[in-house]
């Protein structure tokens, strides 16, 4: 027992690293305020970061292991080091973020806690990515969604911060209780709480359809929670526009990421047949009896729609990064639904360009937002001229979120329509390319208030730091590179799903 545990320690240092590095930032936090504010500007931040960055390196190192840990809880392999590698680079990116965040900054009482509980977020996100229990799913997913709804009410002398996170709260309580009433039906059909026993319980023996369609879809109530999926987003609006641009950011795709990593694990293996032969290679069936997939084709199709639609009649930035972000989650659920290894690693290749170009378009509101104190589209009147570097920025950022060639988002969306057409799903594929087609009118209302319209008569120049034009780079270069060099990084995704966590 005791070498068991020592083993599973030794591949959980990443988790580990990050509970560490909350206690020092917490610790460090206590002291310094006692010695004036000023004293934990730097540090507080700078050990925060130093925790991700060993983490991300502990990660690193897993990659190519392929191991169960904790009795079968946690699995360490390269679909995990994958999602956790994306997690940790936004965490990074994030803490950054918040240097320049005026929100933030100005919220000077609180910084030790805010930093801190962006640890505890990403802890959690890591194991939302690597849970193959569903007890473990059910604490992960709890750990996450009770620090997102502190940091989504950070800046308290805002009105919308607050009535932002009370709604997250309540939708997370509710979208928490369907889950767990999903995990008793699904436990009480297969007596099993790890997915591989849920899916040898459903392979060998007969299960009641009606129960299982009902179980599955309390458990989908909980996934499409975390990844902002019709019916279950209505939180997401309002707490993007609430919470610090900072956590918007994070939520948009660190949060969306650990919620399709677990939605994926969940799915490809407690509802698939492997009993099933001659298929082509790279391809799965599911149950006979249950073609779980379609109804999330359903849910990939309500949800793109709906997010494309809704945002056409958004002002504010956020509400519309928002609708854009809950439309990309439909766009991914695409690769899910085509039971395929090629769909899922085109899902992983959109998460990495997502990651660059998404959080490109949120640090150019939170910029803008710095010198104006606004966050309304008619902000942005004459931006191309006021600012033209940032002006260029957002237009390549969006251009490459309605995935146009030649940035990462046309590569993204090019693998997910092959994925489509390869598995048949021609009907979807083409719902996908015409939901492309509506967002780009709400984006380009944006890039024409920022070249076609002149600036306020008041309205001078928009200067902004060296250390924000190099972090406004770093996302803007490899959103362009992606889209003309992806050769490794589709080589990355292909090895990514190629094995998952064994028993």
Known sequence: MIEQILNSLSQFLPEVTLVAAFCLT???????????????????????LLGVAVSLFFVLDQAGTSQSIFSGMVVVDPFSVFFKTVIAGSSILIIFFSLFSSEVQNAERYRGEYFSLLLALTLGMYLM?????????????????????????????????????????IYGALSSGLMLYGVSLLYGLTGATDIYGVNKALSGGEVDEVALLIASI??????????????????????????????????????????FAMLIRFFKVSFIDSSVIGLPEGMWASLQGFEWNKLLAILSVLTMTLGNLVAIWQNNLKRLLAYSSIAHAGYMLMGVVVLSDKGLAAVLIYFVVYLFMNLGAFLVVMMVANKTGSEDIDSYKGLGYRSPLVGVAMVIFFISLTGLPPTAGFIGKLYLFVALLDAQWVWLAVVGALNSVVSLYYYVRVLRNMFLRDPEKDAGPLAFSMPQVVLLLVLLLPTVILGLYFAPLVDWANASVLMFGVR
């Open 26 to 48: 917490l610790l460090i936090s206590l002291i310094l305020s006692s010695k004036g504010r000023n004293r934990g500007r730097v540090a507080v931040p700078s050990a925060a």
């Open 129 to 169: 990515s690597a849970s193959a229990n569903l007890l473990m799913m059910i604490l992960a997913l709890e750990l996450t969604s009770l620090t997102s709804y502190v940091l989504a009410g950070y800046t308290k002398d805002a009105g919308d911060s607050s009535e932002a996170s009370l709604k997250y709260i």
């Open 218 to 259: 309390l458990m989908i109530a909980g996934f499409g929670y975390k990844i902002s999926a019709v019916p279950f987003h209505f939180w997401t609006p309002d707490v993007y526009e609430g919470a610090p641009v900072t956590i918007t950011a994070f939520l948009s795709v660190a949060s969306k990421a650990a919620g």
